[in-house]
């Protein structure tokens, strides 16, 4: 009995654009040829499917004819077949590559643009679109293109569904934004599977640049932001500390990172509370913190209307009054909502990387311009994070002429540095996470308005929890 044998072959022609992998199958029965198969596959170098003329093609022929000659006739002309589904594919790759850089830039922007944490998405959106106003729309041949997706705040399984629209659906090349640490997370497993840049302009839980190989952080740690406050606490003879932070990922890097600090100093931690993220109702944290009679409370929320509840229940309970400090990174004294603290700001003290008084030329242009582009509104340490996000992007396109495929875009980012409007800031190399300075402020009040001046320096500061 003629047992029917079965030849297999592969073979893979690599494009500008891609490679096409050719595999066959040849089944031969008693020396006749019986059956072929030939499917061709695109693969393209960004790892996801390009509107390539002819992306995916096969031809299955079944009971090919028998008879040697009959056989050579009919392979010729598969051959043939072949042959000019080839030549058609590889033009319409080298089209696609030639053409690349002229393809407009796709920016999903997935930010919260409604709900408890709107303003978020607001001033990371006034940030981004002020740079492409102030450097133009196009990087060479490429045009800029901003897509918006509203992601309600803490909403992981909305911030996701997004995403997938926004590289599945609107083929973004970068994905940015994340006002909270909960988008991020929600979504860069997406990145990582697709490849995609993931540009973060808020969300600042230490480990967020983990969770894909292909984000780059433009914002800040709390870590970061928390360590040089309690050194400044030591230093300004404070001792006992009672911590409340919000219940996520920010509050628990916040609340640990202080901690760590404080307690090497030699100071010692007499409380810890963490409160709801949503709503919360601060009178029963601070009747605790009040009773306990702690030199300072350190204070990590969410930038908004929580700072403002908090430093108007820590007035009305006399804590002030009671001798019992508040320090914060500044999250709290947001310029956001600083005008709506009023007096009673004055004189508290924070840690952060931005301030709308900071002294510097890059500084001034930018606030001059802001408050041009939006008289109603001052800017603050999103809005810049949503510039320096857009001058990330800028940069990178013009090393790599244009290119925004995963790889290639971290290894440009890599180590980039520039001034920014918060001073001098860099991409770290290892954890594609930001050094930047961080400044310790007191709330003044500057020609009449209330402003965090800074009063001290801990420049290029890195996470000090990452190695």
Known sequence: MFIPRTFQRSLTFAFNAGSISLQTRLCVVHGGLRKVELQVFIFPLAGRAHDVPGGSCGYRCLDGPNGLESNKKYLGELSMRI???????????????????????????????????????????????????????????????LIVKDDTGVAPEISKRAAQELVVNEKADILAGFGLTPSSFAVAPLSAQAKVPMIIMNAATSVVTEKSPYIVRVSMTLPQNSAPMATWALKNGIKKVYTVVADFGPGH??????????????GKIVGAVRTPVKSPDFAPFLQKVKDTRPDAVFLFVPAGEQ???FLKGYKERGLDKDGIKLISTGDLTDEDVLNAMGDPAIGVVTSFHYSEDHKSPENKSYTQAYHKAHPNVRPNFMSVAGYDGMHLIYSVLKKTNGDATGDKFVAA?????????????TIDPKTRDIIQNVYIRKVEKVDGVLQNVEIDTIPNFRDPGKP
């Open 253 to 266: 890097d916040a609340e640990k990172q202080f901690t760590k600090t404080f307690t090497e100093g030699g």
């Open 83 to 145: 042959n000019k589904t080839l030549v058609a594919i590889a033009l319409a790759l080298g089209a696609t590559s030639s053409a690349y850089a002229a393809n407009d830039l796709k920016v999903g922007m997935i930010l919260p643009m409604s709900g408890p944490f709107a303003d978020y998405g607001m001033q990371i959106l006034n940030g981004a679109r002020l740079y492409i106003a102030e450097h133009g729309d196009k990087v060479g041949d490429r045009k800029i293109n």
């Open 307 to 309: 700072g403002v509840a």
């Open 413 to 425: 980012a890599k180590g980039m540095s520039w001034e920014s409007p918060r001073g001098p800031i």
